[in-house]
């Protein structure tokens, strides 16, 4: 009888281990598996144990593009968190208004990520697009991202911060609309300035929704692929190939299949330990004692 | 410290209020006397809190005056009035240490560091946080968090006034005491004026000199809690204070009596005529407490029937009919309760009569 009841208690477990074999296990083995091996063709390969992580490892453009990735996310992080709260801060906390406000920062939040590629490449056309000739022909600023490695960057930036901004200000705004109105009315009591009630209650008030906003920020802008590369291409030359644009060219580009799943690896690895970093500062953060 | 007016009162969270129901706070008059220990009760919605946030300046009344020892404050906001006020649940500045949650007030008011320490310690020491200081706030258990935030009010030199929100509401039974038990030291160390919201009649009866009652907007009453209990001046207060709260009959007046369900009783001497010069409805009002249930006859008596009688412990509650109404009646432990019929006994000194609600003296 006991027998019986532990087997079927593995069957109702079994859904969710085989959609979770088909969802992360088996993929991720797959890559594991191509990354120790030369594959020629079906049926004709070669183990080479970890030739292909020394290789990868030691490839200048892969640092390249780890680097470029690092400036991306922390300029991502720096801009985009500080425009979000403050934003937040700005919005109505109640009427039409907020219904309002919030719709219209939500657009961005619903385009299909190439298609915020295709719009950029217009919007920044210097003889069509409104910016694009707003700043070459009125204002008389050469500003052309596809020739410039300078104004590629500028409009990746100015891209990603339009495009993702908003949530982080959604979020901060849930956030600062959970606090009690008790904590305003006690520092209004207690005689503090505007900064103040920002820096004492707001901003440790919204620890946990800037915990989720800088994770997500972070992992979504470290992975980002499809709006440089529409808008970009990642170039000119490689000066915005970031490290996803510069994984697809070497696995389906060049079908290097097994440097690709090394390198893939490096890059799960990576996201990990930053992410594990973030979350681990952020909870730590005026958490303990003063010893 | 000080004296607090409320002159010609009211409130509306309404921007064009049209009528009396618009009104969260109706217009009154109202004196806190300086030093004085007062309990706001009243029940949920009744206006206790908008009362208590247009003392301190956290609302500007619609309509009337607030003055603070004879001068008008009523256009200042909360930190230039110099009042402390302790909210529902405890509010605390998570990131900081208790020593500068207590000092923040007084770094807002750009007090020198030297005079921040000596209050601090004074402060912290007369609420039992001195072992905490260096502590995070967020770390301590809810009734030192609460301690905490009276800590802020009280740092602040010559306080005029510490409001109370239901402070204790979200406090643990077992720590309650121990806060209420703090906030009388404090109240006789310093003598403040202390006003204290509570629906709770036990906490208000226990806690005050003074208890204020409330209703839709209104103060009903104010006296000590035995004038509460025994001269109720308003039906609702009647009501409301006491468990199970006073009787109310019907009655219409008959020579220096009343007729209550076609038996007549009689009255304190002078209560009829003086109350022949109101408008009705009468009603007449006895304590459960003062009420007596006898076999038959009596001296001041109705006939009544027995439904229900409950043993509470040390006393035992009777529930009994009258004209279809439901009286109760507190009896002492052991008392003989007839079996169906008997008669109920109100002595006529504690006997209230009351004309459209209004207590007649």
């Keep these: 009888m006991n027998k019986w009841e532990s087997n079927r208690a593995w069957l109702l477990v079994l859904p969710v281990f085989v959609v979770v074999a088909f969802s992360a296990i088996i993929p991720l083995m797959t890559v594991v598996n191509y990354s120790v091996q030369d594959i020629f063709g079906p049926g004709n390969r070669v183990f080479v144990g970890t030739e292909w992580f020394r290789e990868v490892l030691s490839d200048y453009r892969l640092q390249d593009a780890l680097v470029r990735q690092l400036i991306f996310s922390g300029l991502v992080l720096l801009i985009e968190i500080p425009l979000g709260i403050a934003i937040a801060l700005t919005l109505p906390a109640r009427g039409w208004k907020v219904s309002l406000c919030l719709v219209l920062l939500a657009l961005p939040l619903l385009i299909p990520w190439n298609v915020i590629g295709t719009v950029w490449i217009i919007f920044l056309r210097p003889d069509i697009g409104l910016l694009g000739v707003f700043l070459n022909s009125v204002l008389g600023i050469k500003f052309d991202h596809t020739a410039a490695p300078a104004d590629a960057w500028v409009s990746v930036m100015m891209m990603e911060v339009w495009h993702w901004t908003p949530l982080v200000t959604l979020l901060a705004y849930a956030g600062l609309r959970a606090i009690p109105d008790a904590y305003y009315q006690a520092a209004r009591i207690d005689g503090a300035s505007a900064w103040a009630v920002f820096r004492y209650i707001q901003l440790p008030k919204l620890r946990g929704v800037l915990t989720i906003a800088i994770l997500l920020r972070f992992m979504d802008s470290f992975l980002i692929y499809a709006e440089p590369f529409v808008l970009t291409g990642g170039g000119p030359g490689n000066s915005t190939t970031f490290l996803s644009i510069y994984l697809v060219k070497l696995a389906v580009g060049q079908f290097d299949l097994g440097p690709a799943a090394a390198f893939s690896i490096i890059y799960f690895l990576i996201v990990l330990v930053f992410c594990f970093i973030f979350y681990q500062a952020l909870q730590n953060v005026a958490t303990g004692d003063r010893q | ?361």
């Design chain 2, 1 to 361: 410290m000080a004296r607090i007016d409320l002159k010609q009162i009211a409130h509306s969270y309404e921007a064009k209020p049209r009528g009396d129901e618009d009104y969260a706070l109706k217009r009154f008059d109202h004196v806190w006397q300086d030093g004085g220990a007062y309990a706001l009760l009243g029940p949920s919605g009744c206006g206790k809190t908008t009362l208590l946030n247009v003392i301190s300046g956290l609302l500007a009344p619609s309509q009337g005056r607030v003055l603070f020892d004879d001068r008008d404050v009523t256009e200042l906001t909360p930190e230039r009035r110099n009042i402390a006020q302790v909210f529902q649940f405890p509010v605390i500045y998570d990131t900081m240490t208790v020593y500068d949650n207590l000092a923040f007030p007084l770094r807002n008011r750009k007090m020198p560091e030297n005079e921040v320490r000596a209050r601090v310690h004074e402060v912290a020491e007369m609420l039992e946080l001195s072992a905490d200081l260096g502590r995070r706030a967020r770390g301590l258990a809810a009734d030192a968090k609460q301690r905490i935030s009276m800590g802020r009010g009280l740092v602040r030199q010559d306080v005029a006034a510490i409001l109370f929100d239901e402070p204790l509401t979200t406090i643990d039974p077992h720590l309650k005491w121990r806060l209420r038990r703090k906030l009388k030291q404090v109240h006789e160390r310093y003598r403040l004026t202390l006003v204290y919201v509570t629906h709770d009649q036990n906490e208000a009866l226990t806690f005050a000199d003074q208890v204020v009652v409330m209703n839709e907007g209104r103060v009903l009453q104010m006296g000590t809690p035995q004038e509460l209990f025994e001269k109720p001046s308003h039906t609702f207060v009647g009501y409301f204070i006491g468990s199970p709260g006073m009787n109310f009959l019907a009655c219409d007046l008959v020579g220096e009596g009343a007729r209550v369900a076609g038996h007549e009783i009689r009255l304190p001497p002078g209560i009829a005529e003086r109350a022949r010069a109101h408008a009705g409805p009468y009603e007449i009002g006895v304590r459960p407490e003062f009420l007596r249930l006898n076999r038959g006859g009596g001296d001041n008596a109705l006939p009544v029937t027995v439904v229900d009688v409950e043993n509470l412990g040390n006393f035992q509650m009777a529930a009994v009919r009258l004209d279809g109404r439901t009286v109760y009646v507190k009896l002492p432990e052991g008392a003989e309760v007839p079996a169906e019929q008997g008669s109920l006994d109100l002595p006529p000194e504690w006997t209230r009569l009351y004309a459209d609600g209004r207590l007649v003296e």
